[in-house]
């Protein structure tokens, strides 16, 4: 709990059943940094929050069950609607209130049920009232997702953080949404930097379907005021670290995954060429499908390291798969396969490639490719 | 059949069961137009052929159940081993000899098995045999894939090709294996422009899972002689209808697919970014899975368009499903679920993403993603 932020989520009716509204106000107003989707397409709620949120805030209002994509200036109209009604619940200026949506593209927000059911949002509201919005967030995830740190300075501060994601995930970036807020005060401008690498190296470090959604939104909340200097590597180490920790339930929740594998590549010319190739590896149906059926089918994953557009020399190659290693030179050292087979049959799978070319690495989680994915998504709309 | 073509396929041995081993014989010495993979990772056919292939050539020795890829020096090795040891059964030089393999990476070919079945191979070879050949280069193919066409210049022609390939297959390029046949005479400089280009409209528009193979490889076989220049036209309309029907077979025959979705790109500033975005659209597992469910989800659609990496002014864009329009503006136009749902539950699916912004357009052929799919993969090794 973080004094002065409180939370609710309740079921307002944009979904069938099920909390699908989650607010969150800030009793006084707060700092927020903000990292958006880089698909061309984005959401109404990004487009809106882009006017906002170059001041201070005052609230969260964040929904599931309608992503309020394509849905054209009214989408967008709609939030301010949404805001205008909110804004004397909470004693704040409309102009201080952001939004975020995940859910089905192409659906307006029911903009009656949403403005009849914030009295109640508005009043359920507590300290303690994170879960609630954690579940009201939530699509096909299969559970609420919720990380807390702390941390000492001059005093104790809390860093809590909350996101949602199963599909759509895909690294550049990785998740639907995420939110993390703390009681450490620090403007904007000095922990930006930090805020992006720790972004980079957590919700840009997982893929589930090599899906970039239209939605997908990080923001950080801080408190104003006095600042603590002296703790300020203590909160970029805690924030750093509950980012990470989001990410990886993100990925371990993955539609219908049944294990997330750990894609690292070693030993390239250069970081840029490491990336590829990892994030190559880790968008192969085949390689996915195999780690699903518990192959330690590493032709795929050469073969999808050979396909990243960078180049791989054969003969140097080598692949270790759950601690052994099974390619030297490019060619295969036999190994026993019903023990490789029992091996990959955990929930965590370990691959790296090592190129044997230089010193740059990169590494990336993925998951497997399952049954249920297919389930999940020939079936989520209807 | 055409005239001074022999055939064959056995069970070799290669595979547990069935045949594995195609043969092909030239009576007289043929012409050979190649194109390969852009996997940076090659087959070692791949390597061996390119020596070869500079010159005519007397035979094609083609086998399913092993890649051959991944398997070192010795892996090209192993097929100058088995061209010594074919040349003197079908009366042609070592060096007369193309390779190509398709099956499980990383394994090197049975050679003393291989060699020992090369009799049986040449003794049953015949200008009728096409089939069983193409029945020898499957792997999950569900069935053998042929195309004839035939034309007439100062005489009358014919043009035959084979091809296997259902999964690991990407644009850039798609199939596994697919060779044409023609007793027409032309010289490979005649027709290596018109060769190269309908590979790009055919094998290079299809796509199954993203997934660019080792051993992809096409070859195109003509007979050498006094050119029928008058009769060029017709041959290069042929061969371009022939390789067109074959990877749409490669295509609907794609590993567990149930429908084959034609994505067409219009009305964009450039033809290249009108490609990258109808290639983004084809391997989008969420578009693909929603195909499999008869769902007409647009936003999936869209989502996949605004993450290629090129302009998309959503304000444009109209999409239209099965012949319905369905967005325009950006926006959905009210549709009746139920119907679409219907008209989406056929074998084609029609696709049309119009971004109203230029006259270029791009389309490609892709399948739906399914249970089967990941069945076929998850345990096709084993």
Redesign the interface.
């Known amino acids: 709990m973080i004094k002065g932020i409180e939370f609710s989520g309740i079921a307002s009716g944009i979904k069938p059943a099920g909390l699908d509204l989650g607010l969150v106000v800030f009793k006084e107003e707060m700092n927020v940094l903000t990292i958006y989707t880089?698909?061309?397409?984005?959401a109404a709620h990004i487009l809106y929050d882009r006017r906002v949120d170059k001041g201070p805030v005052r609230a969260l209002v964040a929904n599931s069950g309608c992503?309020n994509?394509?849905?054209?200036k009214?989408g967008v109209g709609d939030l301010a609607e949404i805001a205008r009604s909110l804004a004397p619940l909470i004693g704040a200026g409309a102009g201080d209130i952001l939004f975020a949506s995940t859910g089905?593209?192409?659906?307006r927000l029911p903009v009656d049920t949403i403005i009849s059911a914030l009295p109640g949002a508005s009043r359920t509201r507590k300290e303690s009232g994170l879960e609630d919005f954690a579940r009201a967030i939530m699509t096909t995830d299969t559970h609420p997702k919720i990380v807390r740190e702390s941390f000492r300075g001059k005093k104790d501060y809390s860093i809590v953080g909350v996101a949602k994601g199963s599909?759509?995930i895909?690294p550049l970036f990785a998740t639907m949404l995420a939110f993390v807020f703390t009681d450490f005060p620090v403007s904007p401008d000095v922990i930006k930097r930090a805020f992006t690498q720790s972004v980079r190296d957590s919700f840009e470090r997982i893929t589930v379907?090599?899906?970039?959604?239209?939605n997908d939104t990080v923001m950080l909340f801080t408190k104003r005021g006095e600042e603590d200097r002296g703790a300020l590597e203590a909160f970029t180490d805690g924030l750093r670290s509950v980012l990470k920790e989001l990410s990886m339930m993100v990925v371990r929740d993955g539609e219908g995954a049944t294990r997330v594998a750990h894609i690292m590549v070693e030993g390239v010319k250069k970081k840029e060429w490491a990336e590829k190739i990892a994030r190559r590896i880790s968008?192969?149906?085949?390689t996915k499908?195999?780690f699903?059926?518990c192959?330690p089918?590493?032709?795929?994953i050469?073969?999808?390291?050979?396909?990243?557009g960078?180049?791989?020399n054969?003969?140097k190659v080598e692949i270790t798969l759950q601690g052994e290693m099974i390619?030297k030179?490019?060619?295969?050292i036999p190994f026993d396969e019903a023990k490789m087979k029992k091996l990959m049959n955990r929930k965590e799978i370990s691959v790296i490639v090592n190129l044997n070319d230089g010193k740059a690495s990169f590494d990336i989680y993925t998951t497997d490719?399952?049954?249920d994915?297919?389930?999940i998504?020939?079936?989520?709309?209807?």
Chains 1, 2 share one sequence.
Do not use: H, Q
């Open positions: 880089r698909n061309r397409v984005k992503a994509a394509c849905t054209g009214e089905v593209i192409g659906r599909g759509m895909n379907d090599g899906e970039c959604s239209t968008i192969s149906p085949l499908t195999a699903f059926g192959d089918n590493w032709g795929r050469i073969a999808a390291a050979g396909d990243a960078v180049p791989v054969l003969s390619v030179g490019g060619v295969e490719l399952t049954y994915y297919i389930k998504n020939a079936s989520y709309r209807s």
